[in-house]
């Protein structure tokens, strides 16, 4: 699994991704900076909900990029030579699918960690509040089900444009009502809300659902692009 992981990482981090991802990270600490208030405000809401939703809307074309463009036929082509050489399809794309959530993760560890830096360092009165964590947690959950959306587009498609509709499915459900169709929706196509241990397990469940989905049809599709 591991010599797998690392084949994908040289075909899927290469030049133009890894500078995609250091220049978005400064960006971030860029826009974490600029989000502190110059006064003191109940609960850091300010900082706190402008962070979350840059972060959120910058990851989540990262990693929609990230998983779609790796099994981009122009990219996957690599596929052929490895699967012929004993290796089964639900290894290959199951460590595909690990290399890029964990991709996404170390970047979510490392912004929330100059969050709480920047927080203490820059921001009057502030400290530590469970929130922060449950918010990043579910942001990242947000982040890889978008991504897994993205990427199970692409095995359908093979198509790059369909790349901008998980990400336009995201900025819509961002200002989604308390309505039944609005509610299901919002299942269907999550977005951050207040603290919910409900919803963070309907998260996991999301994603373990479009794991397994991108799994299945890897393995029932046609791979002679």
Known sequence: MMNLIKCHFAYLLNKVTLFILPSVNIIMIISLITNIGDEYSDNFNSYYFSSIVMIKICFCFISIFLFSISIY???DYYAYYILTSNV???KYITSKIILITGTVLINFVFLFIIFLLIGFL???YFYYQIIFLYGFIETCLIVVIYGLYGM???QITQNL???IFPFVFM?????LGDSLIETLLMMIFPNTRDVDIINLIHLIWLTCLLIVSNIIIFCKKDLHY
Do not use: H, P
């Open 73 to 75: 036929k122009q990219n």
């Open 152 to 154: 199970l587009l692409m």
């Open 171 to 175: 900025i819509l459900t961002s200002d």
């Open 88 to 90: 089964s399809r639900i």
């Open 122 to 124: 820059l921001q009057d």
């Open 161 to 163: 444009f369909t790349i």
